[in-house]
């Protein structure tokens, strides 16, 4: 048994420290997330503030009578143009999960401390950038092609989120594998 241990010990550090910072990550956020819940549920302050910043951006690139409130429900925030519903963006549109998987992967690659924590924080930027375009673009492209909505939501959506992960990872791994050599 000990010898498999010994065997295997990266594969069950990697392992061990992926489930556990997943696990510590999404309770801390989790705990957030009951802490905010209130009476008069409304969507929590990131996601909030992912809606609005969706909105913003519309406008930038030229549409007019955008509209970013909270649906009657109070559990999303709806995107409009011109009164036209065209997303409801809810916590889980909001990146954090796909930030916390993101943080994981990174933290169970450990380098060296300085680069692994710039790269976190820069990759979670570009995952949090990544995701307010992708809604955009989703937006627009209901706006523009509603025949095609079903298409962009179930397929371009989460490519585009997961398709930035892997390749974040991807550049990591082989900068954390430069490292191990030296």
Known sequence: MLDLIRKYRL??????????SYFLF????????ILYDSENPVPDPITQLVARQSGDLMESIGYENVEVVMHYTGLSMKL????????GIVEGCNSV??????????????GQTRSTLLYLFAGSVIIY???????????????????????MHSIFFPLAIYGTVFILWLIWVRIY????RQ
């Open 80 to 87: 409009m143009v011109d009164d036209y519903f065209l997303a």
């Open 26 to 33: 999404s309770s801390l956020y989790n705990g957030f997330l």
């Open 97 to 110: 999960s796909i930030i916390i998987l993101f943080t994981s992967f990174i933290l169970a690659f450990f």
């Open 129 to 151: 950038a990544i995701n307010i375009l992708r809604i955009v673009i989703l937006a627009v492209g209901i706006y523009e092609y509603p025949q095609y909505s079903g298409f």
């Open 11 to 20: 594969v069950l550090r990697f392992i061990i420290i992926f489930i556990g």
């Open 177 to 180: 594998s430069r490292w191990k």
